[in-house]
């Protein structure tokens, strides 16, 4: 029983055989790991007895909280009823039945084709296939070149790594592929400062039209993108920037891919980060808040446009994995939409609870190591710098956001640094009383950082 083994004996077994995603090995291995060994409600519990608020729901994706017996006792009876079977060969089982139906229900009209993955990574997979497969259907093979954007994340297979901007992730594999290019986000606070958001926005958004225009709409086949940026470090865009991008996609008849994967399953304040910034994707990727991470699964869903010509086609759409709507995945995801739509929770970050996370966690900008705070729904950022008058970031090496990373744990919370940027997106059954807890430890956190930093000066 590995619970028996003791945290010193654990961490060097982890750090010996594990190979961690997005980790520096040797490092890991010397510092020793932490070990998270339960967790209940919004709360974790580590190998050494410390109880930790999990202000990013494990990894944006714990929308129900943990240790919910509906989720629970949904996978126990159907473990036990049909532990797995297949979707291929004209087969099929009610879980996955049933939850692509529902899907087909909370999606936004129109949205009704479900095609199931186990991962964000490999639903972005899927829908470049599916966008190569529909230009190649619609008899326009040339119109294949997809436009993602810097600083967005969509996983990391070969393509979706290929469609991600974050520009460490490419020099390992040689990426992106061929056919892959992407344009700046829509980045207030790096490029916008001071001026007028939406005005900003539309020019953002313009990017794109000046992308395809250089490339030649002949040749452009899928517009991707969050409507948050998570990964990237929280970028919401100003509320003129997707209808334009909507409006860009129409003109040169470029599909438009909503990666929903942190957005998705009410983190905004909706079901659908698409719906809170009023556009409506051809095509929807999702993952994590589908199960609340209870089990693996993810899932494309298609709108009338590509849906109807890949059902219409006179021939196998040749793609699909041995876990494709997995029985136990697809029930667990199922309990845990159900109790999303009990609870309320896909719009409980719109109304109050969003209200007090905003004023709350924006308490944190009069900080003098905090720039900007900026939440939407319940999905925040608190961006650090070495000068609040100008905005200037730290200099390189500071390790600003990694050291205020460290002490929040030290002061028993999650929050998530992406450069110096602190991101935090906790369960969407925090509580305003824990709120107060998060944003308190938070304050704890960059007054240690802030003392340090300026000690060392
Ligand atoms: N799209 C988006 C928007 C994501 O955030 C993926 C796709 C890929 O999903 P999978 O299930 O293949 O991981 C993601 C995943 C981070 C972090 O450090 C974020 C993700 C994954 C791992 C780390 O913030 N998002």
């Known amino acids: 029983m590995t619970t028996m083994l003791t945290t010193k004996r654990l961490q060097e077994l982890d750090g010996r055989h594990h190979l961690h995603p997005f980790t520096t090995y040797k490092d890991l291995a010397s510092k020793g790991s932490r070990i998270i060994a339960r967790a209940e409600g919004v709360y974790l519990h580590d ?4 109880r930790i608020l999990d202000g990013m ?30 979707t291929f060969f004209q087969c099929s089982h009610p879980p996955a039945i049933e939850l692509s139906a529902k899907l087909a229900e909370i999606t936004p009209e129109g949205m009704d084709r479900i095609f199931f993955t186990n991962s964000g990574s490999e639903a972005n997979d899927t829908v470049v296939k599916i966008v190569r497969y529909y230009w190649n259907l619609m008899g ?22 290929s469609l991600s901007g974050l520009a460490p992730m490419h020099p390992q594999a040689d990426l992106p592929l061929a056919g892959f290019v992407h344009i700046d986000a ?14 900003f926005g539309l020019e953002a958004a313009r990017a794109l039209e000046r992308k395809i225009l250089e490339l030649g709409p002949d040749n452009v086949g899928a ?42 399953f009410g983190r905004t304040g909706n079901w659908w980060g698409s719906e809170t910034f009023a556009f409506r994707p051809d095509i929807m990727s999702m993952a994590k808040g589908l199960s609340s991470g209870y089990q693996p699964i993810a899932a494309v869903a298609l709108g009338r446009r590509v849906g109807d010509v890949l059902f219409d086609a006179d021939q196998e759409f040749v793609h699909g994995f041995t876990y494709s709507g997995h029985p136990v995945a697809c029930a667990v995801a199922l309990a845990n939409i159900d109790v999303m739509e009990r609870e309320g929770l896909a719009t ?22 905090v720039g900007e705070v900026r939440t939407e729904g319940l999905i925040g950022a608190v961006e650090l710098v070495a000068d609040k008058a100008t905005g200037d970031r730290h200099p390189a090496g500071t390790e600003a956001g990694t050291r205020c990373r460290d002490a929040c744990v030290a002061h028993g919370l999650v929050m998530r640094a992406v450069r110096d940027v602190m991101v935090v997106s906790p369960p969407l059954v925090i509580t305003p009383d824990q709120i107060d807890e998060l944003v308190v430890k938070a304050r704890a956190a960059l007054d240690d950082v802030y003392a340090d930093l300026a000690g060392s000066r």
Not at 142 to 161: D, E, F, N, Q, W
Not at 229 to 251: D, F, H, L, M, T
């Open 47 to 50: 190998s050494e007895g410390n």
């Open 57 to 86: 729901a494990g990894l944006w994706c714990v929308q129900v909280g943990y240790g919910r017996q509906e989720l629970i006792e949904a996978g126990q009876r159907q473990l036990e009823t049909l532990a797995y079977y297949n």
């Open 140 to 161: 326009r093979p040339s119109k294949k070149i997809m436009i993602g954007r810097h600083y967005g994340y969509h996983g990391v297979t070969l393509a979706a790594a």
């Open 186 to 199: 829509p980045y207030v606070f790096e490029h916008g400062k001071g001026q007028d958001p939406d005005a």
């Open 223 to 264: 517009f991707i993108g969050e409507p948050i940026q998570g990964a990237g470090g929280v970028i919401i865009p100003p509320r003129s920037y997707w209808p334009e991008i909507q409006r860009i996609c129409a003109k040169y008849d470029v599909l438009l891919v909503a990666d929903e994967v942190i957005c998705g």
């Open 348 to 369: 409980r970050a719109a109304g109050a609870l969003g209200a007090a996370f905003a004023e709350r966690l924006g308490s944190l900008a009069d900080h003098p190591m």
